[in-house]
């Protein structure tokens, strides 16, 4: 049900530019005003949201341990697993930023027939999310070139790369390929795992159909329905350089591509993508278990009742008396007060 | 404890990643696309201005109208192409195309560098095209 | 209260375990309180031996549950309260992209198949509430963004499930951004809390240790004469002994360890070690009975209560004046001791940076909350060569080493117990790599489960880890399980009984005890349990 949610949600996404930019011809509309405002949002939200994160304290150093603490200097520290220091904790960071470390752990759990259960390297989920994630970045930067002018170095050299199979004219991007692949096998998980279907939500599909209408939408473009490059990059240069022009005759499937791309900017960050900020500020990962040696202050630590020793000895005073254990107060001359008291039931 | 700085400066370094296209481009408000210049001898005798196929499909299109030329000259050895106004027209880059387009440099480089293409045309046509450049 | 429910019969609880999720969507599939899955309700005298809110008699089978007139209003006040509180709440109410790795990962879910123990089911029980009341999205859009009301079958359904995880963070390693569900699991009891739903199980041990020092409600005399009944087994078996001191002022070392080890079988083993090392080292140290307690069941009802509970330790040292405090084995008391006491109660200034009295090592990665785990204390001794042990006492054990999840994602305590463990037992075989160290499994009881009522979730929790122990049973003849955790043998000990009866459980320190050659002891016959060592005796009858 989700999913079906979502992708008429998608489609109502690729219907706005469709009629709006294609039938009603408001290119500056879709053009300028909307890619303008979704950066803008994305920015700005993104931004919110990590301020209003950093606004909430860490009250407790509570890293996830996975390995071997820093302890006595005879026994081997796991400095990735439990980072003593700050630069140990930079590169458990960039492992897990960088290569998803935590998801590369992953197992599956099975049931034998003898009623077991067994645990088995799964590595899929990992694959699938990096494809998905490098393959973005990639297809990202390489978007570079139409919004700088020259088109730097770099963006020339990752694009002879991606273009490497040299099959079609212009030379078909990798990337684009493997985006909307990866994107569909995350999807496709979530329709055939039944755990993973139960636990989808509309907000779960949703970017995956974006993404997918965004990548299908890109190549579709470059590749089928081609557009006048020249007259498109006027315009996202004019963007990049606050001059907006928009050309005329640019085909509609450009700009159903930049809306597609300006709903993603804007509902990045008040979804569950903001996981992009996120992951850099998870407590469980960004702290050192140094908590031994460190002291860790929590700005909202107020006082608290407790339960003194003098009330504590003031309440067993002559039974301590009694065996023998030493007392801060000796007894006052009337002895017991309290003739019983009452023994609770022993716990554990 | 808040981490306040280094969030702050995670913040800058994702803004100077992510407004990079921004503020790189200051002062570059002026930035002109490329003209093609049609400015060659054979074009200016020409009475009737027109190419193998309108005007705006081959600013889209041309490099899937050349990639099909070199299949169908190469590969199935056909040298005629007819075009959408039912005109044959005869398959060759430097004897069709070039015939007209002589000014490589004003009417092919300008435009692929502007949007960052680097066709391998000239990978095998380069020598012919060097000498109507030299000219 | 009523009768407690039996469990059904291991192989009948294994087979009924399935992973395919219910055709009704989780949100529309209510919360059976099904009997031998859920704690009893605190009777309200604990409640109110702590001066927490509400207390009633109330049980978690009732329609009614008795909730306060603005209960919502509470809860509510109480997420945002702590939303601004702790950043782990509020970004991992934030960030989850439900990408299921961590479902399989629960040893409660997969014991049980109940979808709502998958960890991302169990923090979406509460997201789904936050996105209703704390995001936009929610507010307009409902449950087309994943959110829903508020109402008392939400309350019970957290209430359910909250109190069936162990907080172990097992999910947490495996979890992309590192969500720890048991921070979520944290504050739903908090919030629970707020309402004076408490369990039984966790309000008594809470309100006994508030008063009386530890959970088990052990008064001063009683700590003194248990310990004294272990020095006369401990004579009984070595002829040395032992004068163990109390409160006493002056002091070195001051010894906390959780009550569980001064009552109540194998804990009192694991003591008996204590004691048996702590003499033949000639150790200046002492116990207290005001600080006789390490564990602290306040973790599992709020911040606060822990807070509250945890005062004792450093309070009682500065008192008696020692220069630094040494552990004994329990799980989460050393979550709590590594990870919060410090933040709490410290930095302790009026303490010294712990230092060996008898190898001179200084304990550097405890120099600012100068607690020492005896593990990592005894580890240092047999690397120093300080005593003399005779692993083959241990002969007749095949051990394997539960990690408990406490000391090992809180804290990252692997080789310490691992070192002592091969020092002192000749037979120790791991268990598959998928369920020790960092990805070990729970007991199953942790966190105040460890109830009897609720028997048949307890013994589904510990499935995973009972699997393993009977493979290496299986494979090794394994029949011992040692570890570090008073929880762990108390717990673990029924759990064995249950799914692997040929195993039984220890203590490390019990194991020591064990082996550990004490000056002028006679020739030892009996092992801790005062159980005949079956070496010895066919020697005898041969002399």
Not at chain 1, 66 to 89: D, F, M, N, R, Y
Not at chain 2, 97 to 121: G, I, L
Not at chain 3, 18 to 25: A, I, Q, R, S, V
Not at chain 3, 148 to 155: A, G, P, S, W, Y
Request: glycine share 8%; proline share 6%; charged share 25%.
């Amino acid at each position: 049900m989700g999913a079906l949610f979502s992708f008429g949600a998608v489609v109502v996404l690729l219907l706005i530019p469709a009629i709006g930019a294609g039938a009603l011809k408001m290119h500056s509309l879709f053009g300028v005003v909307i890619p303008y405002l979704a950066v803008v949002i994305f920015l700005g939200g993104l931004i919110y949201r990590v301020v209003g994160w950093g606004k909430v304290p860490v009250p407790f150093k509570i890293p996830t341990t996975c390995g071997q603490q820093k302890s006595l200097p005879w026994i081997k520290h796991s400095k990735l697993e439990s980072p003593a220091t700050s630069w140990e904790v930079a590169a458990r960071m960039f492992l897990e930023v960088v290569l998803f470390r935590s998801l590369f752990r992953n197992l599956r759990t099975e049931k034998t027939p003898a009623d077991r259960v067994v645990y088995a390297s799964s590595k899929w989920l990992w694959l699938g999310g990096i494809a998905f994630h490098y393959s973005f970045l990639i297809v990202f930067i390489r978007h570079l070139r139409f919004f700088k002018h020259p088109t730097p170095k770099f963006v020339s050299i990752i694009e002879s790369f991606d273009g490497f199979l040299q099959i079609g004219s212009p030379h078909l991007f990798v990337t684009g390929l493997v985006l909307f692949g990866a994107a569909f096998y995350l999807f496709l998980r979530r329709v055939f795992v039944p755990a993973v279907r139960y636990i989808s939500l509309p907000a779960d599909y949703f970017p995956l159909f974006l993404i997918m209408a965004i990548a299908g939408t890109g190549m579709l473009m470059r590749y089928f329905w081609k557009v006048d490059i020249i007259k498109v990059k006027e315009l996202t240069l004019g963007l990049a350089t606050f001059n907006p022009t928009v050309p005329d005759g640019i085909g509609v499937i450009f700009y159903i591509h930049l809306f597609l791309v300006s709903a993603l900017f804007a509902y990045f960050p008040f979804s569950k993508l903001v996981h992009l900020g996120g992951v850099f500020l998870s407590p469980t990962r960004n702290l050192a278990n140094n908590s031994r040696m460190v002291y860790h202050p929590n700005p909202w630590n107020y006082p608290v009742k407790v339960h003194t020793y003098e009330e504590y000895e003031e309440e067993f005073r002559d039974k301590m008396i009694a065996v023998g254990i030493p007392v801060e107060k000796e007894p006052p001359k009337e002895e017991e007060e309290k003739a019983e008291t009452e023994e609770t039931e022993g716990k554990e | 404890m808040y981490d306040g700085g280094k969030i702050i400066a995670g913040i800058i370094i994702f803004l100077a990643f992510a407004t990079f296209p921004f503020y790189s481009n200051i002062g570059k408000a002026d930035i002109k696309p490329p003209k093609p210049s049609l400015d060659t001898p054979v074009i200016k005798e020409l009475a009737v201005k027109k190419c193998v196929e309108p005007k705006e499909y081959m600013r889209a299109n041309h490099m899937q109208l050349l990639i099909d030329w070199r299949d169908a000259a190469l590969r199935e050895g056909k040298r005629i192409y007819i075009n959408s106004r039912g005109e044959e027209v005869f398959i060759s880059l430097q004897n069709t195309c070039m015939k007209c387009h002589s000014n490589k440099k004003k009417f092919c480089d300008e435009c692929h560098s502007y949007a960052n293409v680097d066709p391998y045309c000239w990978d095998c046509h380069f020598a012919k095209a060097k000498q109507e450049e030299q000219r | 209260m009523s009768k407690q429910a039996k469990p059904p019969k291991p192989d009948e609880l294994a087979k009924s375990i399935d992973y395919k999720p219910p055709k009704t969507n989780w949100m529309e599939t209510p919360v059976e309180f099904k009997p031998g899955t859920y704690c009893y309700g605190a009777r309200p005298k604990y409640l109110e031996a702590v001066e927490m809110p509400n207390p009633r008699e109330w049980s978690p089978a009732d329609e009614d549950w008795k909730l306060p007139e603005n209960w919502k209003e509470i809860v509510l006040e109480g997420m945002q309260d702590r939303l601004g509180k702790y950043r782990s709440y509020k970004l991992f109410m934030d960030i989850c992209v439900r990408c299921g790795a961590c479902a399989d990962k629960c040893h409660f879910f997969i014991g049980s198949g109940d979808p709502k123990n998958m960890p991302v089911l169990r923090a979406e029980l509460m997201r789904s509430v936050y996105r209703k009341y704390f995001t936009t999205g929610g507010k307009f859009f409902g449950k087309a963004a994943g959110a829903r009301e508020l109402t008392e079958d939400v309350i019970k359904e957290w209430w359910y499930y909250y109190y069936q995880c162990t907080e172990c963070r097992r999910c947490s390693v495996f979890c992309p951004y590192g969500i720890d569900t048991a921070e979520i699991t944290i504050m739903g009891r908090e919030l629970t809390n707020l309402l004076g739903l408490q369990t039984d199980w966790i309000g008594g041990p809470v309100a006994n240790c508030y008063h009386k020092g530890n959970h088990l409600g052990l008064e001063p005399h009683t700590i003194q004469s248990n310990i004294e009944m272990m020095c006369d087994d401990i004579e009984e078996i070595t002829g040395i002994r032992i004068e163990p001191t109390f409160n006493r002022k002056g002091a070195e070392i001051l010894f906390v360890t959780p009550s569980g080890d001064l009552f109540g079988l194998p804990g009192v083993y694991t003591c008996m070690g204590y004691l048996m090392l702590f003499h033949e080292l000639g150790l200046d140290y002492t116990w207290s009975t005001y600080a006789s307690e390490g564990g602290n069941f306040g973790f599992f009802t709020s911040n606060e209560m822990a807070k509250k509970l945890h005062y004792k330790i450093y309070a009682e040292a500065k008192r008696l004046g020692v220069k630094w405090i040494l552990g004994g084995e329990c799980g989460h008391m050393w979550r709590l001791v590594h990870q919060y006491l410090n933040t709490w109660w410290g930095p302790p200034d009026f303490l010294e940076v712990p230092k060996s009295p008898i190898t001179g090592t200084v304990f550097e990665h405890a120099k600012s909350t100068k607690m020492v785990h005896v593990a990592e204390f005894t580890a240092d001794l047999i690397r120093h060569g300080k005593i003399k042990l005779d692993p083959s006492r241990n002969d007749h054990l095949k051990v394997t080493f539960h990690d408990s999840c406490n000391t090992s994602r809180g804290m990252g305590i692997f080789e310490e117990p691992r070192y002592v463990l091969k020092h002192v037992v000749n037979h120790f075989y791991e268990m598959p790599e998928n369920t020790i160290r960092e990805k070990t499994f729970c007991c199953g009881s942790g966190s105040g489960l460890n109830a009897g009522e609720n028997m048949e979730l307890r013994m589904r929790g510990g499935f995973p880890r009972a699997n393993a122990v009977r493979y290496v049973n299986e494979k090794y003849g394994v029949n011992m399980l040692a570890n570090i955790c008073a929880i762990d043998r108390a717990a673990l000990t029924t759990l064995m009984q249950y799914w692997v009866p040929e195993v039984d459980v220890c203590g490390l320190h019990e194991l020591v005890g064990n082996a550990l050659v004490m000056t002028g002891e006679k020739k030892r016959t009996m092992d801790l349990r005062l159980e005949p060592l079956p070496g010895v005796e066919e020697e005898e009858e041969e002399e």
